[in-house]
T-cell receptor, first 110, second 114 residues
Framework: LAKTTQPISMDSYEGQEVNITCSHN???????ITWYQQFPSQGPRFIIQ???TKVTNEVASLFIPADRKSSTLSLPRVSLSDTAVYYC???????????FGTGTQLKVEL | EPEVTQTPSHQVTQMGQEVILRCVPI?????FYWYRQILGQKVEFLVS????????KSEIFDDQFSVERPDGSNFTLKIRSTKLEDSAMYFC????????????FGPGTRLTVT
């Protein structure tokens, strides 16, 4: 199981782009990178997943360099409602348990 | 959009009592999970369930815990004799097949053991 490291917290302002970087130095060939978001007193919510290069959806972009030892979640033009904890996870195979770390607490202010 | 539902939203029970937490996963999903989150701590995996049997469980999921899919739609977590340290948010999740790691989480049941 690849260990992930991400900042404990980040602060931003509305309208800014936020980039949260996660390192996963011992990622294996078959591993995928996935990000979840959690608001207080709610269950985690899937944001995005990727294997290499760049993935974009309506919520975020995920950048993965060629060596795959890190990944960056990019949130364009954040708003107050993006204040949440963001988790980076590395997974092998579908249908498996999710192992959450402490995540990155993002606080967005006016 | 389909969603996972959980009942009750809040359960208060006395130590030593049995509780059953209920979940209705998304209808065409095949994998089901329970997680818990003690206040201020990480989300912790408890158990995964596939093809009517437990596929994986954590150290937390001891003999006091059991899961069941009694009728093809509900997925339940039973705690036989609750302890104070079982107080937590319990989240049910489900996922489909294939390579996607997207697990859909329910809103949670807050269990308070007094």
């Amino acid at each position: 199981l690849a260990k992930t490291t991400q900042p404990i917290s980040m602060d931003s302002y509305e309208g800014q782009e936020v980039n949260i970087t996660c390192s996963h130095n011992n990622i294996a060939t078959n591993d995928y990178i996935t990000w979840y978001q959690q608001f207080p007193s709610q269950g985690p919510r899937f944001i995005i997943q990727g294997y290499k290069t760049k993935v974009t959806n309506e919520v975020a972009s995920l950048f993965i360099p060629a060596d795959r030892k890190s990944s960056t979640l990019s949130l364009p033009r954040v708003s107050l409602s993006d204040t949440a904890v963001y988790y980076c996870l590395v997974l092998t195979g579908g249908g498996n348990k999710l192992t959450f770390g402490t995540g990155t607490q993002l606080k967005v202010e006016l | 959009e389909p969603e996972v539902t959980q009942t009750p939203s809040h359960q208060v029970t006395q130590m030593g009592q049995e509780v059953i937490l209920r979940c209705v996963p998304i209808s065409n999903h095949l994998y089901f999970y329970w997680y818990r989150q003690i206040l201020g701590q990480k989300v912790e995996f408890l158990v995964s369930f596939y093809n009517n049997e437990i596929s994986e469980k954590s150290e937390i999921f001891d003999d006091q815990f059991s899961v069941e899919r009694p009728d093809g739609s509900n997925f339940t977590l039973k705690i036989r004799s609750t302890k104070l340290e079982d107080s937590a948010m319990y989240f049910c999740a489900s996922s489909g097949t294939g390579i996607s790691y997207e697990q859909y989480f329910g809103p949670g049941t807050r269990l308070t053991v007094t």
